[in-house]
């Protein structure tokens, strides 16, 4: 986006959150159906997906995991060039808080819902290893996101947690912590920029 004037490069199609959020529930509603034929099918098992066994794990998990992945992120951010970042990185934390809410929300439950819910899981069936499980999702995971292929540099961005969140649900055994880790990890970064807590290399002198 152009931020200067508030609109986006010529030929571009300005990013729109609200557009963003049905689309990833959508999926996420699907992803979560494909979830339930599992379980009802019994590939999956339940206690496998909703583990409530050990609480204090559980919160642990979601607390020390989002700070670790928040400061990977900062560091990330301070050392990359702003010309090395995509452009919808850039922008979406302009808009309102609400949309920024929904948005990471709606993000963070459909690609967990797909990747550690259910293709995680199914890896998992056939393969004697559950990092080389993690690993592989990891790569699916990443080779989804297409818009950062001309970033290389992005994509560490997204290997890292993604390893992490595989990581994480693998100790829990609840699908709902790799969620909100994501999400917490989004929404924080997000903020962070959203309110100039943090800035990326260059940017103060290309504007």
Known sequence: MNRATGTPPPGKKE?????????????????AAVIFALVIY???????????ENPRQLAMYVVLPPIS?????????????????????????NYSLTAILAFTFAGALFEELLFRGIIQNVLTLYLPNLRVAIVLTT???VGMHVQYYTKPLMLLNITIPSLVFGWVY???????????????MNL????????????????????
Do not use: C, W
């Open 69 to 93: 992945l928040l400061l990977f992120g900062i560091i990330l951010t301070l050392i990359t060039p702003a010309s090395y970042i995509d452009e919808t990185n850039k922008s979406y934390q």
């Open 170 to 184: 693998v100790q829990t055994d609840n699908l709902l912590v790799p969620i909100l880790v994501h999400f917490l």
């Open 188 to 207: 924080g970064i997000t903020l962070l920029f959203k309110y100039n807590m943090i800035q990326m290399r260059g940017e103060k002198n290309s504007e």
């Open 42 to 52: 019994e590939v999956l098992n339940l206690k496998d997906l909703l583990s409530f």
């Open 15 to 31: 990013f729109n959150p609200k557009d963003a959020v049905l689309v990833f529930l959508a999926f996420a509603l699907i992803s």
């Open 139 to 141: 790569v699916l995971f």
